[in-house]
C-alpha cells in the first residue's frame, strides 16, 4: 500500500517549475531519475522542460503536476522505494517528460517517498496533462 | 475564498484567424497526421510551420535523452566525469529546439 497525493493545480508559472524541480532533487533525494530529461542537473531539467513548451507554445499555465507516493512500511530500503517510484514515472514517460526523486521520511507515512514532477505538456502533440 | 485561474500569457493568446485553400487529398492528408498525432489540424499546422525547419523535434530529443540516461546510469560509478560530459553534450542539442 501506498498514498498518493496529487498536486495539480500549481501557481508561479515557470518560476514554480524550477522551484518544484530544485526542491525535490535537493541533498534529502537519495534517488534521482528521469525520462526525457537529465536528472543530474535540475536546472537542465527545467530548460528541457521549458523547451518543449517554447516549442509548443505554451510557456504560460499550469506548470507541472507533481504527484508524492508515500509507501508504507512493507518498503524498507531505496532500492526499493526507487523502483516504485521508476514504474510510476514510466506510466507518464511516454508522452510526459518526467523527473522523480525519492526521499527518506520526513513528513508522510513509512520509510520513503517519491516525488515524480510531470511537466504538463506533451512532448508528443503538445496537449496539457488531464488529470 | 477565490479559485485562481491558469490564465495563458497574452503572448500565446491565439487571436488571429486564417483560413487556407487545400485539395480534397491535402485536406484528408493532413487530417490523417493531425489525428496520428492527436492534435486538432489548427495544432498541428501551426507546430508544422513554426518548428517545419527544425530538423529536431521533441520526440527525438526525448529518446536521445532516455538513452543517454540509460548508458549514464551503467557508468555512473566507473566515470562520474564522463556522464557529466556527455550529458552536456546532450544538453547542447536540447539548444537546437529552441
Not at chain 1, 543530474?40 to 518543449?52: F, G, R, T, W
Not at chain 1, 510526459?96 to 512532448?123: E, P, R, W
Not at chain 2, 491565439?14 to 487530417?31: A, D, P
Not at chain 2, 530538423?55 to 540509460?70: D, F, K, R, Y
Request: aromatic residues 8%; proline residues 2%; hydrophobic residues 35%.
Amino acid at each position: 500500500m501506498a498514498r498518493i497525493s496529487v498536486i495539480r493545480n500549481t501557481y508561479g508559472g515557470s518560476q514554480y517549475l524550477k522551484n518544484a524541480l530544485n526542491y525535490v532533487t535537493d541533498s534529502r533525494a537519495m534517488f534521482v531519475g528521469g525520462y526525457g530529461v537529465n536528472p543530474c542537473d535540475p536546472n537542465i531539467s527545467y530548460d528541457q522542460m521549458m523547451a518543449i513548451r517554447r516549442y509548443f507554445g505554451k510557456t504560460s499555465g499550469n506548470p507541472l503536476v507533481h504527484i508524492v507516493v508515500a509507501y508504507n512500511n512493507q518498503v524498507q530500503d531505496i532500492d526499493t522505494a526507487a523502483m516504485y517510484g521508476n514504474q510510476c514515472a514510466q506510466y507518464f514517460a511516454n508522452r510526459f517528460q518526467v523527473l522523480y526523486c525519492t526521499h527518506a521520511k520526513d513528513f508522510h507515512c513509512g520509510n520513503f517517498h517519491t516525488h515524480i514532477i510531470i511537466n504538463s505538456v506533451s512532448y508528443i502533440n503538445g496537449q496539457m496533462i488531464q488529470t | 475564498m477565490k479559485m485562481q485561474k491558469h490564465l495563458r500569457a497574452e503572448s500565446e493568446r491565439k487571436g488571429k484567424v486564417t483560413s487556407i485553400r487545400l485539395t480534397e487529398e491535402q485536406h484528408e492528408l493532413v487530417q490523417k497526421k493531425a489525428k496520428e498525432k492527436g492534435m486538432t489540424v489548427s495544432s498541428y499546422i501551426i507546430t508544422t510551420a513554426v518548428n517545419g525547419g527544425n530538423a529536431v523535434t521533441p520526440e527525438l530529443l526525448v529518446s536521445l535523452q532516455n538513452i543517454t540516461n540509460e548508458a549514464c546510469s551503467v557508468m555512473e560509478e566507473h566515470d562520474p566525469d564522463r556522464v557529466t560530459a556527455i550529458q552536456q553534450e546532450v544538453n547542447e542539442l536540447w539548444q537546437e529546439l529552441a
